[in-house]
């Protein structure tokens, strides 16, 4: 992509309304626009950005054995009437009337509607189980929507809900998305600490929160340090393995880890002093387990082996994509800007053609930008006629993870520079040379 002809409304100023560093950089490095309180446009910058997000996301849920499916927005009251759930949720569900004056409402989250598409076409145990998943956008009428894309009202939400014959494989269920998380927010560059929370008006009796470490984070999370060593589970993890999942979900429950909002957390000096780590966190993602609580108020039943009408067992599994993106740049910044992990970056690469115009220059850059566009890299060619400061300054606060630097003495000797974004070091090497390691991955 030529930024001459991209959309990236760069603001040189800190905006006022913005109270933390992602909130600020967002709107600064032109991904986003506040259309109306807690309600954002994705512009071309953010966008790129979510659409990575959400593919590490799908790949990890298909990997784990989810089907993807997509609900509409717009639910009607009588399924939310059914299960109970319609005066029980609160402000924060916007109810609205069609023209037939028929109740309806923007769903804030999805568990009647999957029961409902659940009931109407499984029947029975052989059928299971079953996860289904969907990313769509849902709406809370938050009292307070604050730090941009972290707490808005409406957001982007990944969805899963498993339907099981028994508790027995509604654990394996929880265990399969457990493993899956750690393994989505490994590869998106963060470490997620799994610890257990309050299930709220979802219900049920298990849950966990995914919190990743960041200083302006708005929990206070407690837990054991042993955490941040965990090995991560790899690509051959067979999600089939009930014994080796249940072994996975163990050994990081096994440590003791809560934030502060945790009612009925033990005191958290039970983790010897030097072995505690206190910190900020930020919630990416939460998984429950609730058993029948939807299925038995709905009727979603299947006949089981013994030929008798069993009620599912279920368990509801969230990441917000909308709120992830804003979580990783607080844990990846500088002063100068945000410093992407490579698989979520909305470009790989920034050429920078320190004086356009130049036919030097020119001809160097166009050779390096096309041999990464057909290599299949995200490149982003800064050939815009500005001073070289002004590029500089774009390409370090939106974050790519390298800057390929091209100016008249460095061509005159067959030369670029390669800049890493995140250490700051520069590399000279000759424009084969830079075009070999970039396109190689090294």
């Given at each position: 992509?030529?930024?001459?002809?991209?959309?990236?409304?760069?603001?040189?100023?800190?905006?006022?309304?913005?109270?933390?560093?992602?909130?600020?950089?967002?709107?600064?490095?032109?991904?986003?626009?506040?259309?109306?309180?807690?309600?954002?446009?994705?512009?071309?910058?953010?966008?790129?950005?979510?659409?990575?997000?959400?593919?590490?996301?799908?790949?990890?849920?298909?990997?784990?054995?989810?089907?993807?499916?997509?609900?509409?927005?717009?639910?009607?009251?009588?399924?939310?009437?059914?299960?109970?759930?319609?005066?029980?949720?609160?402000?924060?569900?916007?109810?609205?009337?069609?023209?037939?004056?028929?109740?309806?409402?923007?769903?804030?989250?999805?568990?009647?509607?999957?029961?409902?598409?659940?009931?109407?076409?499984?029947?029975?145990?052989?059928?299971?189980?079953?996860?289904?998943?969907?990313?769509?956008?849902?709406?809370?009428?938050?009292?307070?929507?604050?730090?941009?894309?972290?707490?808005?009202?409406?957001?982007?939400?990944?969805?899963?809900?498993?339907?099981?014959?028994?508790?027995?494989?509604?654990?394996?269920?929880?265990?399969?998305?457990?493993?899956?998380?750690?393994?989505?927010?490994?590869?998106?560059?963060?470490?997620?600490?799994?610890?257990?929370?309050?299930?709220?008006?979802?219900?049920?009796?298990?849950?966990?929160?995914?919190?990743?470490?960041?200083?302006?984070?708005?929990?206070?999370?407690?837990?054991?340090?042993?955490?941040?060593?965990?090995?991560?589970?790899?690509?051959?993890?067979?999600?089939?393995?009930?014994?080796?999942?249940?072994?996975?979900?163990?050994?990081?429950?096994?440590?003791?880890?809560?934030?502060?909002?945790?009612?009925?957390?033990?005191?958290?000096?039970?983790?010897?002093?030097?072995?505690?780590?206190?910190?900020?966190?930020?919630?990416?993602?939460?998984?429950?387990y609730f058993g029948t609580k939807y299925s038995e108020a709905m009727g979603a039943?299947?006949?089981?082996?013994?030929?008798?009408?069993?009620?599912?067992?279920?368990?509801?599994?969230?990441?917000?994509?909308?709120?992830l993106v804003p979580a990783i740049i607080e844990a990846s910044h500088d002063e100068n800007g945000i410093?992407?992990?490579?698989?979520?970056?909305?470009?790989?690469?920034?050429?920078?053609?320190?004086?356009?115009?130049?036919?030097?220059?020119?001809?160097?850059?166009?050779?390096?930008?096309?041999?990464?566009?057909?290599?299949?890299?995200?490149?982003?060619?800064?050939?815009?006629?500005?001073?070289?400061?002004?590029?500089?300054?774009?390409?370090?606060?939106?974050?790519?993870?390298?800057?390929?630097?091209?100016?008249?003495?460095?061509?005159?000797?067959?030369?670029?520079?390669?800049?890493?974004?995140?250490?700051?070091?520069?590399?000279?090497?000759?424009?084969?040379?830079?075009?070999?390691?970039?396109?190689?991955?090294?």
């Open positions: 992509m030529r930024l001459s002809r991209f959309f990236l409304p760069i603001l040189k100023e800190n905006p006022k309304e913005a109270e933390i560093v992602s909130h600020r950089l967002m709107l600064r490095a032109g991904m986003v626009k506040q259309q109306s309180q807690g309600i954002y446009t994705w512009l071309p910058l953010g966008k790129r950005v979510l659409d990575k997000v959400n593919a590490i996301i799908r790949e990890e849920q298909n990997r784990s054995g989810a089907v993807e499916l997509l609900m509409p927005t717009l639910q009607s009251a009588e399924l939310w009437q059914e299960s109970g759930r319609y005066d029980a949720y609160g402000k924060e569900m916007l109810r609205i009337k069609d023209r037939q004056e028929r109740p309806m409402l923007y769903g804030p989250t999805n568990e009647e509607m999957i029961t409902d598409v659940f009931r109407s076409f499984v029947k029975s145990y052989k059928d299971l189980p079953l996860n289904l998943y969907h990313i769509q956008l849902k709406f809370r009428d938050e009292i307070r929507p604050r730090f941009g894309t972290m707490r808005s009202r409406e957001f982007l939400m990944k969805d899963a809900y498993s339907f099981d014959l028994n508790r027995e494989g509604a654990v394996h269920a929880y265990n399969r998305m457990f493993t899956a998380y750690l393994r989505t927010f490994s590869r998106m560059g963060l470490r997620a600490i799994p610890m257990r929370a309050d299930t709220g008006p979802i219900g049920g009796d298990l849950s966990h929160e995914f919190i990743i470490l960041a200083d302006t984070g708005e929990s206070e999370v407690f837990c054991h340090k042993d955490f941040l060593n965990f090995d991560v589970p790899g690509e051959d993890t067979n999600f089939e393995d009930v014994a080796g999942l249940k072994g996975i979900f163990e050994k990081w429950t096994s440590r003791y880890a809560a934030t502060s909002e945790m009612h009925d957390a033990p005191a958290f000096e039970a983790i010897p002093e030097g072995e505690r780590l206190s910190a900020r966190g930020i919630e990416v993602g939460h998984i429950f039943k299947v006949q089981g082996p013994d030929g008798k009408e069993h009620t599912v067992h279920m368990g509801s599994y969230g990441i917000g994509p909308t709120r410093i992407w992990p490579k698989a979520v970056a909305p470009f790989e690469v920034v050429v920078i053609n320190m004086k356009s115009g130049d036919a030097a220059c020119d001809a160097a850059c166009e050779q390096i930008y096309g041999a990464l566009l057909n290599a299949g890299i995200d490149v982003l060619y800064d050939d815009k006629d500005e001073r070289a400061g002004a590029k500089f300054a774009t390409a370090d606060l939106i974050g790519a993870p390298l800057q390929v630097i091209a100016g008249p003495r460095g061509i005159a000797n067959g030369e670029v520079e390669i800049k890493d974004r995140k250490t700051g070091e520069r590399e000279t090497l000759t424009i084969e040379a830079a075009i070999n390691r970039l396109t190689s991955g090294n």
